[in-house]
């Protein structure tokens, strides 16, 4: 005997694509379906920057500075920007931050769905396809002025390797090697990794090499917060490997940051492993 307070689609076995049965059944709860009004100014909307990644052998480190600005004025000093997809994945946001949250949630619950349906795991390439297929839904928010740009990354289960992945607005795909950037401050961050990321960096290392590129982007970078000593906020850091997504606790990823910041004002990478040859009289 059907409800008749639940509509019949919802007790239907349908699509595995949650954003497929959104669109049709109730398209106006997502995200890319709503419009500007006439007169109003996007850049005003607060704007979340500036997101990392890199990898180390069995895994990789995703990390996010925490500052959101409006225009010239820091909306907030403790924004999150790096989320869990599901248990394997990760996905950072940049852009405007209210609708990339949004996104993110539908993200996760695209993910579940699938889950629920098909009884197993989709993909890591599966997962990076259905990211793109909702960035590319949001082109015409994106053409407003409200753009936002994801950076997604995983554990993929069957080669065993940490991988990462970027978009543009329309939803176009690109894996990444070894490290990526994205936001106001990548430019700055991406010169970081070039000079500290090695193919051989424990999963310990990696994470200093992430905030390592998220002090130097904020140091050039005015939209991207640093660590901020005094009110103790630090980067969101997400480790991914074979046992699953992490997140370092914030007195961990304090001490680490206290590291770095105080290594800066001896040597301009920090504290990392001592170079090869270090120490040897030339």
Same mark, same amino acid.
């Not at 990211?131 to 740009?149: E, F």
């Not at 905030?211 to 850091?237: C, E, H, K």
């Given at each position: 005997? *059907?409800?008749?307070?639940?509509?019949?689609?919802?007790?239907?076995?349908?699509?595995?694509?949650?954003?497929?049965?959104?669109?049709?059944?109730?398209?106006?709860?997502?995200?890319?379906?709503?419009?500007?009004?006439? $007169?109003?100014?996007?850049?005003?909307?607060?704007?979340?920057?500036?997101? @990392?990644?890199?990898?180390?052998?069995?895994?990789?480190?995703?990390?996010?500075?925490?500052?959101?600005?409006?225009?010239?004025?820091?909306?907030?000093?403790?924004?999150?920007?790096?989320?869990?997809?599901?248990?394997?994945?990760?996905?950072?946001?940049? #852009?405007?931050?209210?609708?990339?949250?949004?996104?993110?949630?539908?993200?996760? @619950?695209?993910?579940?769905?699938?889950?629920?349906?098909?009884?197993?795991?989709?993909?890591?390439?599966?997962?990076?396809?259905?990211? *793109?297929?909702?960035?590319?839904?949001?082109?015409?928010?994106?053409?407003?002025?409200?753009? @936002?740009?994801?950076?997604?990354? +995983?554990?993929?289960?069957?080669?065993?390797?940490?991988?990462?992945?970027?978009?543009?607005?329309?939803?176009?795909?690109?894996?990444?090697?070894?490290?990526?950037?994205?936001?106001? $401050?990548?430019?700055?961050?991406?010169?970081?990794?070039?000079?500290?990321?090695?193919?051989?960096?424990?999963?310990?290392?990696?994470?200093?090499?992430?905030?390592?590129?998220?002090?130097?982007?904020?140091?050039?970078?005015?939209?991207?917060?640093?660590?901020?000593?005094?009110?103790?906020?630090?980067?969101?850091?997400?480790? @991914?490997?074979?046992?699953?997504?992490?997140?370092?606790?914030?007195?961990?990823?304090?001490?680490?940051?206290?590291?770095?910041? #105080?290594?800066?004002?001896?040597?301009?990478?920090?504290?990392?492993?001592?170079?090869?040859?270090? +120490?040897?009289?030339?």
């Amino acid at each position: 005997m *059907s409800d008749a307070r639940i509509p019949g689609a919802f007790l239907r076995p349908g699509t595995s694509s949650f954003s497929d049965f959104l669109a049709e059944n109730a398209p106006d709860l997502l995200p890319a379906r709503r419009s500007l009004p006439a $007169g109003s100014a996007a850049e005003l909307a607060p704007h979340g920057t500036t997101i @990392v990644a890199a990898t180390f052998p069995g895994g990789l480190v995703m990390a996010g500075d925490r500052r959101a600005t409006m225009g010239n004025v820091i909306a907030q000093r403790d924004i999150q920007k790096v989320f869990p997809a599901d248990e394997y994945s990760v996905v950072g946001i940049a #852009g405007t931050a209210g609708l990339a949250v949004e996104m993110v949630r539908l993200f996760q @619950v695209e993910l579940e769905h699938y889950e629920k349906i098909e009884g197993s795991i989709l993909s890591l390439d599966g997962k990076a396809n259905r990211l *793109s297929a909702l960035i590319r839904a949001n082109l015409g928010m994106a053409m407003q002025g409200l753009a @936002v740009v994801p950076m997604f990354a +995983g554990f993929d289960l069957d080669s065993g390797v940490g991988r990462i992945f970027g978009y543009d607005v329309t939803g176009g795909r690109h894996e990444e090697a070894s490290f990526f950037t994205v936001g106001s $401050g990548s430019l700055f961050a991406r010169g970081a990794l070039k000079k500290l990321w090695r193919e051989d960096l424990s999963a310990d290392d990696a994470v200093r090499v992430c905030l390592q590129a998220l002090y130097d982007a904020a140091d050039d970078d005015s939209a991207t917060g640093g660590p901020d000593l005094t009110r103790r906020i630090f980067p969101i850091v997400w480790v @991914v490997t074979a046992d699953g997504a992490v997140q370092l606790d914030e007195a961990a990823i304090g001490g680490l940051a206290d590291q770095v910041v #105080g290594a800066r004002m001896a040597r301009p990478d920090g504290p990392l492993a001592p170079l090869p040859g270090a +120490g040897e009289e030339i």
